[in-house]
C-alpha cells in the first residue's frame, strides 16, 4: 500500500493469512463479498518448516474451495498407525485410516504447511486482495464500523473485522479490553506446558509411506506421520513439569533441539529404525512452545475471531488447522446473505452482532471438547495421570471398528460453506455420515448385535 492511498471502507477486513485466513478470503472471493486481509508476513506461504494433517472435516470444505486435487498431488494417505511403549513394544495398532478415503471420500494426509499455504494463496483469483509486509497494529470500533491502524501509518475501515491472527492474536486482545462487566488477558486462559520439536525427514528405510507412529513415555516423547513417497513429518513433544502463561512461554535455541532429540534417539520405532535414524536424516527441525486455551470471549458488534485466537489446542489431534477451517465456515454460515445481498451499503448492526453471537454459541462446545481431547492425547502420550492414562490403557482393546466409529461421531457436527456448491466427494460424506448414524441407532435398537467395523461392512 502506498503512502498516498486514502482510507478505503471495506465490508469484511481479515487479519492473518494463515489457514483460517485463507479459508475465509477463498470463501467470501468466491460469494462475491469485497474483502481485505492483511498478513504481517512478507508472503502467504512462509517457509517455517511445518507440516499439516489435514482431515476429511477440513478436507471437504477445501475441496468447496476448489483445492482437493492440488492437495492430493502432495500427499498421500495415512494407512497404519502403530502405539509403541518407551522401549519399542507395540502397544496396539490400527488400521483404521486407510478405510478412510473408501468409507467418507477423504482420506486423512499430511502435507508440507508451506505447500498447503502456497495452494490456497494461488487460488486467489484477486491477489491484490491480500496484502502482506502489513501487520495490523491496532482496531477501534464504534457502532459505525472499526477502524484498523496499520504498520505503515494508514488506516482502513470495515463493517466486520475478523480476527484470523493466531495465538498472539490482537483482534482477541481488542476484544477482551471491549469488555466492560469483566476483563480478562490471554495469560488467565492460554498457558503453555509442553514444547515441541517439529521436523521433516526424507524417507529413511523400514517406515513405509502411510505409517504412522505414537510413543508413550515420560518426559518427550514422539509423534510420526508420513507424507508422500515415504517423507517423514516428526513430533518431539517435551513435558515442561510447570505451567507458563502467553507472556512467558519459553524461546528456544537449536542447541536446546538436539539436546533434547540426542536423548530420545535411541527410541526404537520398528525393528530396525531408532529415533535417531529420522532425526539423521532431518531437512528441518524447530522448536516451539505449545500453547492451549480457549478465549472466554469470541466477538464484540464487530469483531470476532476464528482458528487459533480463539481456539489454541496443541497438535497430538491433529485437528488445529481443521477446526481453523471448520470455525471460518461456520462463521460464514452465521452471516449468511448479510453482505452477499447489500448493495453496497453496510449490514444491519443488528443482524451483524446476533450472526457473530450465533457462531460463537455453535463453535465454542465443539472447539472446547476438540481442544481437551488434543490436550488428553498429549497428555497419555507423556504418561499423564487421569483421563490421559485411561487414553493409555484402553489402546490394547481398541479395535480398527471402534476407532472408525469414534473418528465417524467426531467428523458428524463438522460444517459445510452453504453458500458454495458441495462436490460429489462432499455429498458422499454427508450419505456415509447419515449411513453411519442410521445403522448405529438401527445396532443400538437391536441390543448391539453387530461389531463396530460390521457397522461399515467390513470384514474382520
Ligand atoms: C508443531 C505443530 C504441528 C501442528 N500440526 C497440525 C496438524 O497436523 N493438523 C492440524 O489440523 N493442525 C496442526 N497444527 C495446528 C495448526 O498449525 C494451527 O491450528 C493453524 O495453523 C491455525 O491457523 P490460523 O490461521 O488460525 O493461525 P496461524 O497459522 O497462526 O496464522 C495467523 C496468521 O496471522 C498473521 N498475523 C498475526 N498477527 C497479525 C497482525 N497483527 N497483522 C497481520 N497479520 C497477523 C501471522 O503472521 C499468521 O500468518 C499444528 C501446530 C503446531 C504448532
Known amino acids: 500500500m502506498s503512502p498516498s492511498v486514502t482510507p478505503e471502507r471495506y465490508p469484511v477486513a481479515i487479519v492473518g493469512g494463515g489457514i483460517a485466513g485463507l479459508t475465509l478470503a477463498l470463501a467470501l472471493e468466491k460469494l462475491g463479498v469485497r474483502y481485505v486481509l492483511f498478513e504481517s508476513q512478507s508472503s502467504l506461504a512462509p517457509d517455517r518448516g511445518a507440516s499439516v494433517g489435514l482431515q476429511p472435516n477440513g478436507l471437504r470444505i477445501l475441496d468447496q474451495l476448489g483445492l482437493i486435487d492440488k492437495i492430493e498431488q502432495h500427499t498421500g ?7 509403541l511403549d518407551g522401549q519399542g513394544e507395540l502397544i496396539s495398532e490400527t488400521k483404521a485410516l486407510g478405510y478412510y478415503q473408501s468409507l467418507i471420500g477423504y482420506g486423512p494426509l499430511f502435507l ?7 495452494i490456497m494463496a494461488d487460488e486467489l483469483q484477486d491477489k491484490t486482495a491480500a496484502k502482506t509486509s502489513l501487520r495490523v497494529v491496532s482496531a477501534n470500533e464504534s457502532s459505525d464500523g472499526v477502524e484498523l491502524a496499520l504498520s505503515d501509518g494508514h488506516s ?6 475478523i480476527g484470523a491472527d493466531g495465538v498472539r492474536s490482537c483482534i482477541r486482545e481488542a476484544i477482551d479490553m471491549s469488555r466492560t462487566e469483566w476483563h480478562s488477558e490471554a495469560n488467565e486462559y492460554i498457558n503453555t506446558q509442553f514444547a515441541c520439536i517439529y521436523g521433516i525427514s526424507g524417507a529413511i528405510q523400514g517406515i513405509v509411506e502411510g505409517d504412522c507412529f505414537s510413543v508413550y513415555r515420560p518426559e518427550a516423547t514422539v509423534l510420526i506421520f508420513t507424507g508422500r ?3 517423514i513429518f516428526w513430533f518431539v513433544f517435551e513435558d515442561l513439569g510447570q505451567t507458563y502463561g502467553l507472556s512467558t512461554t519459553p524461546r528456544y535455541t537449536n542447541d536446546d533441539i538436539d539436546a533434547l532429540c540426542d536423548s530420545i534417539a535411541h527410541l526404537r520405532l520398528t525393528a530396525s ?8 536424516n532431518r531437512s528441518v527441525a524447530m522448536k516451539v512452545p505449545l500453547e492451549e486455551g480457549l478465549a472466554p470471549s469470541w466477538h464484540t458488534d464487530r469483531m470476532v475471531i476464528v482458528g487459533d485466537a480463539a481456539h489454541k489446542m496443541v497438535p497430538n489431534a491433529a485437528m488445529g488447522a481443521n477446526q481453523a477451517i471448520e470455525s471460518s465456515a461456520t462463521l ?9 445481498t447489500k448493495d453496497g451499503g453496510s449490514p444491519q448492526p443488528e443482524l ?10 455453535i463453535r465454542k462446545f465443539r472447539a472446547s471438547e476438540i481442544v481437551q481431547r488434543a490436550g488428553t492425547i498429549c497428555r497419555a502420550q507423556l504418561s499423564h495421570s487421569g483421563p490421559a492414562a485411561a487414553v493409555r490403557q484402553e489402546l490394547p482393546s481398541l479395535t480398527d471398528g471402534d476407532w472408525l466409529v469414534r473418528g465417524f ?32 441407532r438401527a445396532r443400538q435398537a437391536s441390543g448391539f448385535k453387530t461389531s463396530n467395523l460390521e457397522l461399515f461392512e467390513i470384514e474382520a
Do not use: C
Request: avoid cysteine; glycine fraction near 10%; hydrophobic fraction near 40%.
Open 273 to 280: 529404525v531408532r529415533f535417531g535414524d529420522v532425526y539423521g
Open 352 to 361: 451483524l452482532a446476533n450472526a457473530l453471537k450465533r457462531y460463537e454459541d
Open 112 to 118: 508440507e504447511r508451506r505447500k498447503l499455504l502456497e
Open 156 to 161: 482502513i475501515t470495515a463493517d466486520l473485522v
Open 409 to 440: 461421531m467426531g467428523l458428524s457436527e463438522s460444517p459445510v460453506i452453504d453458500g458454495l456448491p458441495v462436490p460429489p466427494r462432499g455429498k458422499f460424506f454427508g450419505q456415509a455420515v447419515e449411513k453411519f448414524w442410521k445403522r448405529f
Open 229 to 231: 513417497n515415504g517423507t
Open 332 to 340: 460464514l454460515n452465521e452471516l449468511g446473505n448479510i453482505f452477499t
Open 77 to 83: 494417505t495415512l494407512q497404519r498407525w502403530r502405539h
